[in-house]
C-alpha cells in the first residue's frame, strides 16, 4: 500500500510519504509491503524502522527524481526494495491540445499538507486496492550487472567553482554498494534503535570511493617509490583502456550513462573516466609536477606573495615572469573563456616506460586542435619532451556551452590520455 495511504489522520501527506517518525497508522499498515519515497540521497534506513514500528511486514522504497536511477543495497529494519522511476513514453502529436481547466484540481491537498516544490507527489488513492499483493523472494548477488559503471545521481559533477581551469572531478571510482569492513561499535544503519552489529555492511559514497583510488595510489607507490604524487596522479588519470575501449566507455561498449534517464555522462561526471589499476602500474608517458610548478600556479592565479610563502614551508618566494593558468602541467586541459582567438597551452610528458615513439590524435567538437609536434621519440627512461596544443574555436560554436574532447598520445601499447574541455564565452 502507499504510504500516503496508511497515515495517521493528524500526519502530513510529505511526513507520510517519506515514512517519517510517527507518520503512519498500524491499524491501516500492519502485516502489509507499504511504499515510501526515499528522501535521503544516500542514507534511508529511517523510513524502514518507521514501516517497522508500524508492523509493516516489508517495504518498496522509491527514488524521488533528483535521485535517478542509483538504487542502494542498504540495510533495512524490514526486508526492502529499491526502486526508480521509468521514464515517462515520449509523446508526440501535431494537434494542439486544450488550456487546462480551471478551479480547484481533484484530489487537492489541504494547504497544510502540500509537499516541498522540489519533492515528487504522491497523492493517497480513495480507496486503496484490496486486490493488490505483493511478494518478495530471498536476496541475492547478481555479478556482471550491465551496463556498468553507471554514474551514481549523487556523485559530485563539475565545472570547478573555485578554479575553473582545472577540471574536476580527477577520476571516478567504486562507490555504490560496496562491500566493505565495518565497526562492531555501531549498527549497520547507525540507528540508535538498531541493535544488530555485523563485520561487515554494504556502503556508497565517497568515502567508498576514495580508498578505491588511495588504494591504486598506494599501489604505484610502492612498486614505483621514486614517483612523485602528480605522476602517481597522472598513471591513474591517463590509463584510459579497457582492451580497446576508452574507460569513458560502459562494459557495453557505450558511452557511460548518468543515473538520470536518457542522459550520458561527461567529462564533468567521470573527469577521466573510470580508474583502471592495472594500466596505471605501466602508464608509458605521465605529466609531472613539483612544489615550483604549483606555487608558479598561485602566481598565475593572483594570489599575494606572502600567502604563496607560507605555502613554501614560510620560505619567502617571488613570483618571477610571466606564468598562465593554462600551464599548469595537469593531465587535463580546460578552458573555461575561449574566445575566437587561438590559446596554446603547453605540456611536459616523461617517460616512465621503455624507449618508443608517441603519435598524437585530438578531437575536440566545434574547434580546431593543433599539436606541435605530432610525434614525440624518447630514448631513455624519465627522459622529458615539452608540446604545444593550440585550440581555436569555431565561430559557429555555441556560447557559454562546455565542449568536450580528447587528447591520445599512443606508441600502440600504451594509450596515454587527456579530457580536454572548453566553453566559448
Not at 509491503?33 to 523510513?47: G, L, P, R
Not at 526492502?80 to 521509468?86: D, I, Q, S
Not at 579497457?242 to 536518457?262: C, E, M, S
Not at 580508474?275 to 605521465?286: F, H, K, S
Request: charged share 20%; hydrophobic share 35%.
Amino acid at each position: 500500500m502507499l504510504a500516503t495511504d496508511g497515515k495517521l489522520a493528524n500526519a502530513t501527506i510529505q511526513d507520510a510519504q517519506f515514512c517519517k517518525q510517527g507518520a503512519l497508522d498500524p491499524a491501516k499498515v500492519k502485516g502489509k509491503v507499504v511504499h515510501c519515497i526515499k528522501e535521503d540521497n544516500i542514507k534511508s534506513a529511517a523510513e524502514s524502522l518507521e514501516a517497522k514500528y508500524a508492523g509493516a511486514l516489508g517495504m518498496t522504497l522509491e527514488n524521488q527524481k533528483k535521485q535517478g536511477k542509483t538504487v542502494n543495497d542498504d540495510t533495512h529494519m524490514v526486508p526492502t526494495v529499491g526502486t526508480h522511476k521509468a521514464p515517462p513514453p515520449e509523446q508526440k502529436s501535431t494537434t494542439s491540445q486544450p488550456p487546462p481547466k480551471k478551479g480547484k484540481p481533484p484530489h487537492s491537498i489541504p494547504p497544510n499538507q502540500r509537499q516541498n516544490p522540489n519533492y515528487d507527489v504522491i497523492a493517497a488513492t480513495a480507496p486503496p486496492s484490496p486486490s493488490l499483493k505483493v511478494m518478495m523472494s530471498p536476496a541475492k548477488t547478481v555479478i556482471k550487472t550491465k551496463p556498468a559503471p553507471v554514474m551514481a545521481s549523487y556523485s559530485s559533477r563539475g565545472p570547478n567553482k573555485i578554479q575553473p581551469s582545472i577540471l574536476k572531478p580527477d577520476v571516478i571510482a567504486p562507490g555504490v554498494n560496496i562491500l566493505a569492513a565495518y565497526s562492531l561499535g555501531t549498527s549497520p544503519t547507525t540507528l540508535l534503535q538498531d541493535t544488530r552489529r555485523f563485520e561487515f555492511n554494504v556502503l556508497q559514497g565517497t568515502s567508498m570511493s576514495s580508498p578505491h583510488v588511495s588504494g591504486i595510489a598506494g599501489l604505484l607507490k610502492t612498486l614505483h617509490p621514486t614517483w612523485s604524487p602528480a605522476a602517481i596522479k597522472s598513471a591513474i588519470m591517463t590509463t584510459g583502456t579497457i582492451h580497446l575501449y576508452t574507460t569513458t566507455r560502459d562494459n557495453t561498449n557505450k558511452p557511460i550513462q548518468d543515473a538520470f534517464d536518457n542522459d550520458l555522462a561527461n567529462s564533468f561526471d567521470y573527469g577521466s573516466g573510470h580508474v583502471q589499476p592495472d594500466l596505471a602500474i605501466e602508464p608509458g608517458l605521465v605529466y609531472d609536477l613539483h612544489l615550483i610548478d604549483y606555487l608558479n600556479f598561485l602566481c598565475a592565479s593572483e594570489y599575494n606573495q606572502q600567502l604563496i610563502s607560507s605555502l613554501n614551508y614560510n620560505r619567502t618566494f617571488v613570483c618571477k615572469g610571466a606564468h598562465s593558468m593554462n600551464d599548469l602541467n595537469y593531465p587535463s586541459i580546460t578552458l573555461p573563456h575561449l574566445g575566437l582567438d587561438p590559446v596554446t597551452v603547453n605540456r611536459t610528458l616523461t617517460n616512465v616506460g621503455p624507449p618508443g615513439t608517441y603519435n598524437v590524435t585530438a578531437k575536440l567538437d566545434g574547434s580546431k586542435v593543433t599539436v606541435v609536434p605530432n610525434s614525440l621519440t624518447f630514448t631513455k627512461l624519465y627522459e622529458k619532451k615539452t608540446f604545444k596544443v593550440i585550440v581555436q574555436a569555431s565561430s559557429v560554436l555555441q556560447r557559454n556551452k562546455y565542449q568536450f574532447g580528447e587528447l591520445v598520445w599512443s606508441d600502440g601499447k600504451h594509450r596515454v590520455r587527456s579530457p580536454v574541455t572548453v566553453q566559448r564565452q
